[in-house]
């Protein structure tokens, strides 16, 4: 890092010296990264063919739109991980849900190695981020922070990052937890989130305990998307940073839950006419509500950012679920199934939609993100990192070559032994999981105590 500084301090002044002052950056336009959990790339592809996502669809026509390979073991928490740093699960330690020695949610402060808001902070770039997995306790960063905890791994319900009022450190700087209090949707506050739920998806006035569950599951996690996407039109709407990440999960739990009504071939029981006409079009209206959200991100989005959507994997039927009606999940990626990555804006290529394009669909995977954005915000890359191999960015076949070719990239050693300890998780505060039950029941879509 401080070869670097002294490198770049030299070639701008031009001279043999140099001050201790903080080198002067040249400014860059903003990166808005929204990540949306479980995005599919047959699903998404179909759902465009049909006119139902506009805002997926003006990255279609006027950016590029591609499939992201992802890993396996396809662990939410782990690739989210790995996007932000660049690494592998060895390496940056977030290797599951829980902690095996602790059998704690892993926590920001677990994380081995730098990730992508550190960086870029300890650079001098502006970071703002909202709701990424395992960015609990708030880190401090240059910029502001919401972060999330994956409570819902405690009560093994959900596996969803989200929001608590009675928590602490989850903002940085401390303060902003005051300033968007107001924009957050409570899952337990079912008169705000009942009238938001039904704009989105038709909700029946009966349901039994069975589809009950999974509309709850549904509810929570819609509730924490719409808190995160109000929070992060904020963050855009007072001042974009330079790097701007935000995190929304519906479409993959509404994957998981409800896939047996979008694809019923796909299982070996059978769905009555009455379940697929309740839910048959759910996990397409999660969609389709993604695309909503995505688009009211996009209108704030400052007007020379490159708005960067992606997904951590796809979705297909459960193969372990596919014979048993009663199981809760019956989509799955658990295989490696690709995400979905898309650019828009002044450096993104224009490619159209590849989603469906056998040969070149695939135009990168989870490892080129990280290093794409330290290229975008012109910081050095850590040449250790796996999606920036000998100097070249195979992911960045996705921004526009005369871009590429203005912006040389710049390989740097690695940070990662100039980070802090890595510790063991912490806990959010006492009683949480109890609240955690209670707020989650008073939903009141919750029949059974399971
Ligand atoms: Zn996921």
């Avoid at 770049?8 to 040249?26: F, N, Q, R, V, Y």
């Avoid at 409570?186 to 989130?193: F, R, V």
Wanted: charged share 20%; with cysteine.
């Amino acid at each position: 890092m401080k070869l670097t500084v002294l490198v770049t301090c030299l070639g701008l002044l031009g001279i043999g010296s140099c001050s201790d002052e903080e080198p002067t950056l040249a400014p860059v336009a903003p990166v808005v990264v929204i990540g949306i959990d479980g995005l599919d790339p047959i699903v998404m592809d179909q759902l465009l063919a049909d006119g139902r996502l506009p805002t997926f669809q003006r990255f279609a026509d006027e950016g590029t739109l591609g499939r992201l390979g992802t890993l396996s073991p396809t662990w939410s928490p782990v690739i989210w991980t790995t996007i932000g740093t660049g690494q592998d699960a060895p390496a940056h330690g977030i290797e599951n849900f829980l902690e095996p020695e602790t059998s704690l949610p892993f926590t920001s402060n677990t994380r081995r190695v730098p990730a992508i808001w550190n960086l870029a902070s300890d650079a001098g770039r502006t970071v703002d981020c909202a709701g990424w997995w395992i960015t609990w306790p708030a880190e401090p960063v240059n910029g502001r922070m919401v972060a999330s905890y994956a409570a819902q791994a405690q009560a093994k319900i959900i596996w969803k990052p989200t929001l608590w009022r009675e928590m602490e450190h989850q903002t940085w700087p401390p303060k902003l937890a005051t300033e968007i209090e107001p924009l957050l949707v409570m899952a337990e506050d079912a008169e705000q989130l009942r009238p938001a739920m039904r704009r989105a998806f038709p909700i029946p006035e009966q349901l039994d305990a069975f589809e009950g569950r999974l509309v709850n599951d549904m509810a929570w996690t819609h509730a924490a998307d719409l808190s995160i996407a109000a929070v992060t039109g904020h963050l855009l709407d007072t001042g974009a940073a330079d790097l701007t990440l935000s995190y929304l999960a519906l479409p993959d739990v509404v994957g998981h839950r409800f896939w047996r009504y979008h694809s019923p071939n796909d299982v070996s029981y059978e769905v009555s006419s009455e379940d697929l006409a309740a839910f048959g079009d759910y996990l397409s209206l999660a969609y389709v509500e993604a695309d909503r959200m995505l688009g009211e991100l996009l209108a704030k989005a400052p007007k020379d950012a490159l708005v960067i959507v992606l997904s951590d994997h796809g979705m297909h039927v459960d193969p372990e679920t596919k014979y048993d009606a009663d199981a809760l999940t019956s989509g799955h990626h658990e295989d490696a199934a690709p995400g979905i990555i898309g650019v828009l804006g002044p450096p993104a290529a224009r490619w159209g939609n590849l989603l469906g394009d056998k040969q070149r669909g695939e135009v990168g995977d989870v490892f080129g993100v990280a290093p794409m954005l330290m290229h975008l915000l012109d910081l050095p890359v850590p040449e250790h990192w796996r999606g920036a191999k000998g100097g070249s960015i195979p992911l960045e076949r996705i921004l526009d070559e005369s871009w590429r070719l203005a912006h040389p990239i710049t390989m740097g050693p690695s940070p990662d032994a100039d980070f802090r300890e890595a510790t063991a998780p912490q806990l959010p505060g006492e009683g949480m999981s109890d609240a955690f039950f209670e707020s989650f029941q008073g939903l009141g879509y919750l029949d059974s105590e399971d």
